[in-house]
């Protein structure tokens, strides 16, 4: 098992910028990937940005030059730096992970609003 638990989310202006970070409870590199997700009202679920176990980075192409994917082996934490905010990012932003065996997990979300 793997619990995951986001935090960070909150109310922003536009142009603002907001860290997201996502606690694990086990060890990352006994992780494949962890990934940020995120979903806008009446939208699905969208992939926003990756780490994998050898801590190669991939971005969606709306996060490409503005958010940023780090971890941190130690806290057990990987971290979404959000630059440049847009009303169209707005959403429930998940953590999500998967193992080695193909077992996938789900943080509960964390908000994140962006006004204009």
């Known amino acids: 098992q793997v619990q995951l638990v986001e935090s960070g989310g909150g109310l922003v202006q536009t142009g603002e910028s907001l860290t997201l970070s996502c606690g694990i409870s086990?060890?990352?590199?006994?992780?494949?990937?962890v990934a940020w997700y995120r979903q806008a009202p009446g939208s699905q679920r969208e992939l926003v940005a990756s780490?994998?176990?050898?801590?190669?980075?991939d971005y969606a192409e709306h996060a490409k030059g503005r958010f940023t994917v780090s971890r941190d082996i130690a806290k057990k934490t990987v971290n979404l730096r959000m630059n440049n905010l847009k009303p169209d990012d707005t959403g429930v932003y998940y953590c999500?992970?998967?193992?080695?065996?193909?077992?996938?997990?789900w943080g509960p979300g964390t908000q994140v609003t962006v006004s204009a």
């Open positions: 999500y992970a998967n193992t080695f065996q193909s077992d996938t997990y």
């Open positions: 086990r060890n990352l590199f006994t992780l494949n990937i």
């Open positions: 780490i994998s176990n050898l801590g190669i980075t």
